[in-house]
């Protein structure tokens, strides 16, 4: 099906108010157009006319185009007039090509290109008048009993509608499936991604999460979505993770949800912490993915004290005698449980699509164990066999050993773009194309699984990816299989194309993992290291996370406010600049200030340094700096003989010899030799005064003398 969108300078959100207006005239009766041309009436080509600026046609079949036999062709149509001037009541034409298409290349022409076949015209019917920026759904319907129906054997159709009104010839094209009545069985995979939006930060907020998993949340949409279907279900094991690290305070509906998934007999497995982008990571030379590596620093212990036991109350002591039973100690979950999705399979990475190239993708082929093997999810475009929209088995290996999962890029496009549209009547189009894709892709396969997904989405409503999930267990001889099927599925050679990540997410991944070699040195200064190391991990998966890709300027923006917060970090600790000091006597201490910004106390070493061998200084000092506070430290000094101006350099350094903040530099002032000569002068005063004070004594018992005399 081709659906012809508004001109470039329409905006997306005139795009959605236009669509608004199909949803208000789904009530519209469908046309039923009786005594529909023969099977016999002369075939025509098919017209291919590009739709008139902003005005829009939209074909979708009802039920997805399967028209079995005894059933009637209903189709949905709706005319988006995107322009300032309303339309006329205006003729509608459908038509079906005479023969099946003869397989999917010709069906993606045929839809893509409209390529010029042999149609009939099977159905005739007004159009209802369309207002300005607004749009009409009607329906057209051929009866089961029409000749342009009866006898068609099992295909795929191209269906055709033409709309003829005073903004010109609009065309949309679409198709029918008539079902093999005894169409063998075709196994088919559905990955389901389950995911949060991308957000800067390691976890998500308890106020994040009420509002997901609450009512009308995005989470609780995707989980209601898959509940019930066999849907395989990739998990992002960071949402699990911040409603785990909140033990009993965690919001009720987050603990629901949580307990809601762990409970599905669904088969799943985890995505990497935060979805993140493993083939930018490889890409930058890591040689694994990263993954968290602690989430202790961030529990807190008052909330996984486990609840008292309940006991029948026994004969014994009254309350008052009654001993009181000690405290319940708390249990801390270990970092599996805080990371677990119910039970999945290990080792599984699915990288963005056109990311993952043949180095890559024999990287992370031999990352598993031989318990758990490694396995790639890669959509058949990025296979040397699919690159031209061929069908590719599910299950294959490259000549590397390495196992892949490939999911058909094709049909998976149309799942994803029907599980966001909320409109049945725009939704169906998306939805019959995948159908039809599906149908020649099961012949294809000659009876291998194939796989599929609407990948990953976010703000998509129950009812849209519910619809769409269901939608390929309806395909003629579908057998939606788990992930065991399509891994023990016997193995397709496959040829990975050349590909390569974005080179904006190489170079932030390069420039993150650097940061973080930093903190983790700086984070030597901690008596638990995990407080700063866990957090800047967790957080950086979250800005390497595929989630960001349709948002560029804000991964922008969220990336350079990480590195901001990363430097702070690194620069919180440190010696505030020193005044200039005076010493005056060979023993002092000398007052150093050290300033730690942290939350946490740190453990560092003082480095002092004289210029000028006239001053002793202690070389080290071990100091323990308060939290969020400036620590004084008085560092021992002995100056010799002399005077003059030293300089003493000051340095901090963690106790494994990783240099803190800035080196400073502080001016002292020596005058050492003043205090031996204030004492020589105080001496000399003494002796002054003591033998002024003998002279005194003497004369006045002379004069004593004299006067008794």
Known sequence: MTV??????TTARRWRRTLAGAVAALGVALTTVVGAPAIGVEPRPAVVVRSAEAVDLVLAPVGQGIVGPGEPLNVSMTIINDTTLPLAPAAVALSLGTVPLADRSELTAWLDEGAALDLQEVATGPSEAVAASSSSTFGLSVAADSPALLGRVPGVYALQAIYVGNAGPIVANSAMIVPEPNAPAAPIGVVVPITAPPIETGLLTPAQLTELTG??????????AVDGTPAILAVDPAIAAAINVLGSSAPPEATEWLQR??????????????????????????????APVSLRSLLDPAFFVPPEPTTAPTPGPTPDSAPTAAPTEPVLPDLETLLGIGGSRGNVFWPPAGSAGPGIVDTLGHLGTDAVPSLTLLPSSGTVEGAAGATVPARGATPDGAAVLVYDAEISAALGQASTIDESAMRGAALTRATALLTFATQDAAGAPILVTPDRGQDRSLVALGVTIASVGRVPGAQLVPLAALTEASSSPVAVADASPEQARVDAASALTAEQDLLTDFSSILDEPALLTSPERISILQLLGIGWSPEPERWATAFATHRERTAATLGAVGIQPPST????????PLPVWVRNDLPYPVNVVLYAEPDDPRLVVTPQTQVLASAAANTRVQVPVEARVGSGEVVIELRLLSPTGVSIGETQSADVTVRADWEGIGLIILAALIVAFLGLGVVRMVLRRRRTKSADE
Do not use: K, W, Y
């Not at 012809?4 to 300078?9: F, N, R």
């Not at 998934?261 to 979805?275: I, S, T, V």
């Open 4 to 9: 012809t969108l508004p001109s470039s300078g």
């Open 215 to 224: 009512t009308g949340g995005s989470l609780r949409a995707q989980l209601d």
């Open 261 to 290: 998934l762990e409970a599905l007999a669904n088969p799943r497995f985890a995505l990497q912490f935060g979805d993140a982008d493993v083939s930018a990571q490889l890409a930058s030379g890591l040689p694994r993915p990263m």
């Open 581 to 588: 000091i005076q010493l005056l006597s060979p023993e002092a």
